[in-house]
């Protein structure tokens, strides 16, 4: 098993910058990609970003160039810096990780709240 603790979340005035963690533990060994959703209210969970293990990253068109992914594989913890925020990125973020054998484990999510 892999569990996943989200921190770093709150109440942040548009423009602001907020730094989102997640610590991973268990079963770590096999992890390759981590990264982050978010579900806003009334909508569908959505991807943000990811990072693999080489390095990689990816973000969805909505954040790209004010949010920045990292992770520690020393540490097994993947990062979220979000800059620039709007109200629109008001949801509830949630680390995940992907193992080699395609099993993929969620934490439970940090709210984060912009206020305009």
């Known amino acids: 098993q892999v569990q996943l603790v989200e921190s770093g979340g709150g109440l942040a005035q548009a423009g602001g910058s907020l730094r989102l963690s997640c610590v991973v533990s268990?079963?770590?060994?096999?992890?390759?990609?981590m990264g982050w959703g978010r579900q806003a209210p009334g909508k569908q969970r959505e991807l943000v970003a990811t990072?693999?293990?080489?390095?990689?990253?990816n973000y969805a068109g909505s954040v790209k160039g004010r949010f920045t992914i990292s992770r520690d594989n020393a540490e097994n913890t993947v990062y979220l810096q979000m800059n620039s925020l709007k109200p629109e990125d008001t949801a509830v973020y949630y680390c995940?990780?992907?193992?080699?054998?395609?099993?993929?484990?969620w934490g439970k999510g940090t709210l984060v709240t912009v206020s305009s």
């Open positions: 995940f990780v992907g193992r080699s054998d395609g099993m993929s484990y």
């Open positions: 268990g079963r770590t060994f096999s992890i390759n990609a």
């Open positions: 990072i693999a293990s080489g390095g990689t990253t």
